[in-house]
């Protein structure tokens, strides 16, 4: 039996397709804000602030493995429910979210260690979400695109370990955005450009010291998009540290749009 612990974006739904398609058992925690898995019998919806529920449901179905996926935001505590090995639980979390949504879920994987329960890789059965080193589209970067995407790489390097962004905007050799707690699209939508077009280049790599067993910087359709309107001309991941959706989608999309979509 695998436990998975699901939040929002649609990450979720492919892995849970590919171990219904493998008739793997399994349980769902949903912490999604949502509720969107509540139409699966096997799905139980629970409070962040629910220690005590989510230990006693993943040792009772003998749990021993458990799978995070799907964004799971910043609760407001003040409103969260609770019960008792949640409150007792609840400073660690508090003083993890200070610091971003990812620590929130490291924080909870170090609970689950405390009571034999192991965390595996998101991408466990769903590899071929990850892409390798290699350019997809037919656009490849050129020279001065290059000199954009070693700006970034650069700029990203350089945050500390305990920064939240993921993502950096270039266009000229300038860093045009650094990602924040909104996230990519939020970011995207700053950039959005009326004398740029298809100059600059979105690049999306872990953060520092990441566990990369969860919350891999993750891209889709939407994202291509986003970079499109934002007038940007590509976007760079990281060799298998990357979940990408929709990978003939939006290789057919970047194509028709004259994008680039390069893994390093």
């Not at 962004?165 to 970011?187: F, Y």
């Not at 566990?211 to 990281?238: E, S, W």
Request: with cysteine; net charge positive; hydrophobic share 35%.
């Amino acid at each position: 039996m695998i436990g998975l612990i699901f939040g929002d974006t649609s990450f979720p739904i492919e892995i849970l397709k590919k171990i219904k398609k493998k008739r793997l058992n399994y349980l769902i925690i949903d912490l999604s804000k949502s509720k969107k898995f509540k139409k699966d019998r096997k799905s139980y919806s629970v409070s962040i602030g629910q220690f005590g529920k989510i230990i006693s449901l993943l040792k009772g179905n003998k749990c021993k493995k458990v799978l995070f996926a799907g964004k799971v935001s910043k609760p407001k505590f003040s409103n969260l429910k609770m019960d008792l090995k949640g409150i007792y639980y609840m400073p660690r979390i508090i003083k993890s979210s200070k610091i971003g949504d990812a620590a929130i879920l490291k924080e909870i994987i170090n609970i689950l260690k405390e009571q034999s329960i192991k965390t595996i890789s998101s991408l466990s059965f769903n590899p071929e979400l990850s892409l390798k080193k290699g350019n997809y589209s037919k656009t490849k970067p050129n020279k001065e695109d290059k000199k954009d995407i070693i700006k970034a790489i650069r700029t990203l390097n350089k945050l500390g370990k305990y920064n939240y962004s993921q993502g950096t905007v270039v266009r000229n050799k300038k860093v045009v955005a650094i990602e924040g707690k909104g996230g990519t699209e939020k970011m995207l939508k700053k950039c959005n450009s009326k004398k740029f077009r298809n100059n600059g280049v979105l690049v999306k790599f872990p953060k520092k010291k990441q566990d990369l067993r969860i919350d891999l910087p993750t891209v889709g359709l939407k994202t291509l998009k986003h970079c499109r309107m934002a007038g940007l001309k590509g976007i760079v991941l990281k060799n298998k540290q990357n979940v990408f959706l929709d990978k003939n989608k939006c290789i057919n999309w970047a194509n028709k749009n004259k994008m680039f979509i390069t893994v390093k």
